[in-house]
């Protein structure tokens, strides 16, 4: 099993000598027939699934009087994957979970039963919530026939953008994520930052996953993420999205996958990023494209060429520096109908991220991500994970400078449950980021400078490669925040 990264471009080059600054070129094509099965022949990516259906979002579970009273069954399921029957582990039987929609200052009550024959729980990417008791806790874990309430606070300063979940089982989170247990969350609010204009604007979740399938049944040993895969959005391979010429608006795009990464573009058109990992940025920024690790996320605003046609939203071929991803179409763009009316560029949002004095910086630490992943010895500083190990404890009130470097010769995403950061540098390089986030790419034989405040909440939680593959093989750590 091997890995992805990559770099923002046209914002302050993330591992510039890596990125490709891709652009879609116009499909010129007419969209597939829906009923003609694809033409794949490498194993694992011939299963009859059909191009060209209509774009579909997930099902969505909204809040109701301050709560979003939800339930979630994990189960082994056949399930539709672009009109094909495959077999997955997923929730509620489907591919692609249930979009969760609920707003700062509410509950999220979440009943999950497992229904699988191994243990299972659940994360919620992103989330600035409570790691302990029935909240983000994954150290809970839901043995097979049990079920698990969860009750999960969202603070009424709870930043609005888009989050997601899935299963973060210790040793089994690839297999079970990559059979399908990941869905989108999303925290309401983010249109009210917009000028008003933009506030009603058609708004799309688009949830990136890949699958590989073998015997009729989504792989889930000894997953190799650079053999050929099949990419969807929202589970559906090159599905159609209807806009106007001229028209804009709001994509949540969210790598809700196990291990590989995008490199997303759209027709040669500029995504402006309003939110990034689930952050309102400080000032929207303009890219060409936007690479995408498991776990990351980009609100964007997009505008549609003003010529009719088929474009292309596509995934560019990158170079990681163990896998070699080719440009993969993802979704097709008809644009068509009447020119829809021209919106202003956005150059600020109209609510600001709230400013946050700088601090003394209590604690400096590094942590060195290294290991093989052809013998799975991976780890940190040298020790694979042990749930029972404490390997840093912050106190509560405090911020932290972490050095966080990569001895290895790809690229690993760091990521860390319930508070987010802020990248200072990259390879000694000042950093301009555009907020916080959760989620950064670590360049190989490379090296990040993090800054973090411990400021709400105490509790053990972890951070780690968020490839799921390095993870379940070593590649996290445990942190306590103490009062």
């Known amino acids: 099993m091997e890995k992805v990264g990559g770099c923002r471009v046209l914002h302050c080059l993330l591992l510039a000598s890596s990125c490709i600054a891709g652009a879609c070129e116009e499909s010129g094509g007419e969209t597939d027939d829906e009923s003609e099965p694809s033409s794949a022949s490498d194993s694992g990516t011939d299963f009859g699934y059909a191009t060209g259906l209509p774009l579909v979002e997930p099902e969505e579970l909204r809040s109701g009087e301050g ?38 200052g509410e509950s999220l009550h979440l009943s999950l039963e497992n229904r699988l024959e191994q243990g299972t729980n659940i994360h919620y990417h992103g989330m600035h919530v409570s790691p302990s008791g029935n909240s983000d806790n994954i150290f809970l874990m839901i043995d097979p026939g049990a079920t698990q309430d969860y009750v999960v606070d969202i603070p009424d300063n709870h930043e609005a953008a888009t989050f997601w979940y899935h299963s973060h089982m210790h040793f089994d989170s690839e297999s079970q994520v990559f059979g399908g247990l990941s869905g989108v969350l999303i925290v309401e609010g983010l249109e009210q930052r917009l000028p008003a204009p933009h506030r009603d604007v058609t708004q799309h979740v688009l949830a990136l996953k890949d699958l590989q399938v073998e015997n009729g049944s989504i792989v889930a040993d000894n997953i190799d993420s650079n053999a050929p895969t099949v990419r969807t959005v929202n589970g559906l391979v ?126 400096h630490r590094e942590f060195v991500f290294s290991g093989d992943d052809t013998t799975h010895n991976l780890a940190i500083n040298g020790m694979p994970f042990d749930m029972d190990r404490i390997d840093a404890r912050p106190k509560l009130g405090t911020v932290e400078e972490w050095t966080v470097k990569n001895a290895t ?58 490839i799921l593959g390095h993870e379940d093989g070593g590649m996290m750590a445990t942190v306590e925040v103490v009062p």
């Open 67 to 104: 709560i979003l009273a939800a339930e979630l069954i994990s189960q082994t399921a056949d399930v539709d994957v672009s009109g094909a029957t495959v077999r997955g582990t997923v929730y509620n039987g489907a591919f692609v979970g249930p979009t969760l929609r609920l707003s700062p």
């Open 238 to 363: 090159e599905p159609v999205l209807d806009m106007r010429p001229g028209e804009t608006q709001l994509w949540r795009i969210a790598n809700i996958g196990a291990d590989i990464f995008y490199d997303v573009a759209f027709a040669a058109r500029f995504f402006t990023v309003i939110a990034e990992d689930g952050n309102p940025v400080e000032r929207p920024f303009t890219a060409q494209n936007l690479v995408m690790p498991p776990g990351k996320r980009f609100d964007v605003l997009v505008t549609a060429p003003g010529e009719p046609g088929e474009y292309a939203f596509e995934t560019v071929s990158y170079d990681q520096g163990g896998d070699q991803y080719p440009q993969t179409t993802l979704m097709r763009v008809a644009v068509q109908g009447d020119t829809a009316p021209a919106l202003p560029p956005v150059t600020a949002l109209m609510i600001e991220p709230a400013a946050v004095a700088p601090a003394a910086v209590a604690e």
């Open 409 to 466: 010769s790809e690229q690993h995403p760091f990521h860390i449950h319930v508070n987010d950061f802020r990248v200072l540098s990259v390879n000694g390089v000042p950093y301009a980021a555009a907020g916080e986030q959760d989620t950064v790419i670590l360049p190989p034989e490379g090296e990040v400078v993090i800054r973090i405040a411990f400021l709400d909440f105490t509790g053990k939680f972890v951070f780690h490669c968020h």
